[in-house]
């Protein structure tokens, strides 16, 4: 479980990245992880 939650984090994210996208993309992913976790479809 640990392992999706890592993959599910870095997924989006690139070297590139502004710190603003980095903000957005890391947020995205803990409010989708959240979501799955709490309203288990």
Do not use: C, G, H, P
């Not at 640990?2 to 980095?22: G, K, P, V």
């Amino acid at each position: 479980m640990i392992a999706s939650f890592s993959r599910a984090l870095a997924e989006e994210l690139r070297f590139n990245q502004t710190s603003q996208d980095f903000d957005e993309a890391m947020k995205s992913a803990i409010e989708s992880i959240y979501d799955a976790s709490v309203n288990k479809k």
